[in-house]
Each structure stands twice: as structure tokens, then as C-alpha cells.
């Protein structure tokens, strides 16, 4: 783990446009319209963002901002996450402006927060028409390239008594987009006072939520 910290730190230092002018890389959370509560678990980014700093040594600042999908802004941030329960509006210049962010480099992590489900994929099915979400498989390196999850997703949140399920976007090859389903992963990092989840459960969720920063930000 100490040789990941030291490769990872050096290439977020060096061969990104996306890190700031302190060297730094900050990371943000999507704003959108149609009623969904986007601004849930105010929490759980910062308590994502500090614990991987806890892991290792990430050039990534503790804050982030939040940006509308339609916003100038959104490319000047590697790392977008989006969650919620409800609905998800995107007009068309909202969604070239984000077919942009990711044809150039930028990477989406939408969390299922329950409700989300159908929107998310309408959502992105009018940023890319032609482009399917697929099943990853437990092999792929966003569940092993930090901490090993053998068989995928850890369930946080039971909703319909399915299991977890996590799924990939890709543009000419590369994942630009990853969708958790049935996993709930951001209540987890949320403070642990707002949903009760035990110290192992909100582990396991800090875990597989640095497994997807260290994916994002290291095929940039």
C-alpha cells in the first residue's frame, strides 16, 4: 500500500490539467434540476475525501465545491459525484456540457441513494444516445486497486431486498461513468450519527469509495 501512496501521489501531482494552481486536485458534487435531493449527506464527500487522505498521500483538498451539471465550472474538476432519491432534469446544452466533461477526461460516480434509479439512466441516455451501462465484474480493478472486494459492492442500505450492483459507463474504451445500484455506498461516509450504520459497515463503505477517487484520478 505504501508504493500505491507514493505512485499516486507523484501522478496527481504531475500529468493533470485538472489539478489547481496549489498543485492540488479538488473534486465536486453535481448539482441538478427536477426536484432531487442532490445536497443529501452534506457529509459524506468530506468524510470520503479525508479518509482516503488518511490512506494515503493524496494531493486532493478536504472541500469540495458544488457545480451545476450545466456550468462552465464542471471542467475544472476531475471527480463529479451525483446522488440522490428523486428526479433528474437535463436539458440538451446541459447535457453536451457534460458529454464534454467526460469526452475530455472527467469522471462521473453516481450513487443510487434509492429513487434514483430510472432518472440517472435517463439522464445519461441523453448524454450519450448510442452508449448502454454495463455490469462490471468483480474482477475489474475498481474493486481490487486499493482494497479488495472479492465479490463487488458491500450492501450499506437495504432498499428492496436486491443485491448490490455496480455498472460502468465507457467512451473508447475507458469508463468514464460509474453507477452504484442497491449499495447505498454514500450513507456510509456520511457522518456515523445520521444513519446508525456500525464502524465495520461505514469501513467498508470508506473503503470502496477510495477504491473509486483512486480509479477516477488515476486513469485521468
Known amino acids: 500500500m505504501k508504493k500505491l501512496a507514493v505512485i499516486f501521489s507523484f501522478f496527481l501531482f504531475t500529468t493533470s490539467s485538472f489539478a489547481q494552481t496549489t498543485g492540488e486536485f479538488e473534486i465536486a458534487r453535481a448539482k441538478y434540476r427536477g426536484g432531487g435531493d442532490w445536497y443529501n449527506d452534506p457529509s459524506a464527500l468530506s468524510n470520503l475525501i479525508s479518509f482516503a487522505k488518511a490512506q494515503f498521500s493524496i494531493a486532493i483538498k478536504t472541500e469540495y465545491k458544488d457545480v451545476s451539471i450545466g456550468s462552465s465550472d464542471l471542467h475544472s474538476y476531475p471527480f463529479i459525484f451525483l446522488t440522490g432519491h428523486g428526479n433528474i432534469n437535463i436539458n440538451s446544452s446541459e447535457a453536451n456540457n457534460l458529454r464534454t466533461y467526460l469526452d475530455n477526461g472527467g469522471f462521473l460516480y453516481i450513487d443510487d441513494d434509492y429513487g434514483i434509479d430510472e432518472h440517472a439512466r435517463n439522464m445519461m441516455k441523453q448524454v450519450y444516445p448510442d ?82 477517487l483512486v480509479y477516477a484520478l488515476t486513469t485521468l
Not at 479488495?148 to 458491500?154: A, I, K
Not at 448490490?164 to 456510509?188: H, I, Q
Open 131 to 212: 452508449e448502454e451501462f454495463i455490469e462490471l465484474p468483480y474482477s475489474h480493478p475498481i474493486y481490487n486497486n486499493v482494497f479488495n472486494f472479492e465479490n463487488g459492492l458491500p450492501k450499506i442500505h437495504e432498499h428492496d431486498n436486491q443485491s448490490p450492483r455496480g455498472f460502468g459507463l465507457f467512451r473508447n474504451g475507458k469508463m468514464v461513468v460509474f453507477y452504484t445500484f442497491e449499495s447505498n455506498l454514500a450513507d456510509g461516509w456520511a457522518d456515523a450519527e445520521i444513519h446508525n450504520n456500525p464502524a465495520s459497515v461505514r469501513q467498508q463503505a470508506l473503503r470502496m469509495g477510495t477504491n473509486i
